[in-house]
Nanobody, 124 residues
Framework: EVQLVESGGGLVQAGGSLRLSCVAS????????IGWFRQVPGKEREGVSC????????YYGPFMKDRFTISSDNAKDTVFLQMNSLKPEDTAVYYCALKWGAVTTTDTAAYDYWGQGTQVTVSS
């Protein structure tokens, strides 16, 4: 069974940085994409970025690439999201998710498995 576990969230002041981690387990194929998403209560879940397991190709949602960087450590089955110059509007629950196949997308509907999320709070 595929499992995704996020960590690294917390409270940070505006302008600070956080690195989120997503540990994936329960599968052996490399034909997958892992993405990061975020959600504020009352709003739709928003795609941040994703990375392809087979070759590390990345894709970013609109306006995400300037401050966020996605990376992976395949040896540890972990995907990271480095977030810099954080703003109060980045406050959200951040989720990682996995989809089968090679297409990189931040469309939430394309993803098959989701983690429980980690809270990120940016104070002003």
């Amino acid at each position: 069974e595929v499992q995704l576990v996020e960590s690294g969230g917390g409270l940070v002041q505006a302008g600070g940085s956080l690195r989120l981690s997503c540990v994936a387990s329960g599968f052996t194929f490399d034909d997958y994409v892992i993405g990061w998403f975020r959600q504020v209560p009352g709003k739709e879940r928003e795609g941040v970025s994703c990375i392809r397991g087979s070759d590390g190709s990345t894709y970013y949602g609109p306006f995400m690439k300037d401050r966020f960087t996605i990376s992976s450590d395949n040896a540890k089955d972990t995907v990271f999201l480095q977030m810099n110059s954080l703003k109060p509007e980045d406050t959200a629950v951040y989720y990682c998710a996995l989809k089968w196949g090679a297409v990189t997308t931040t469309d939430t509907a394309a993803y098959d498995y989701w983690g429980q999320g980690t809270q990120v709070t940016v104070s002003s």
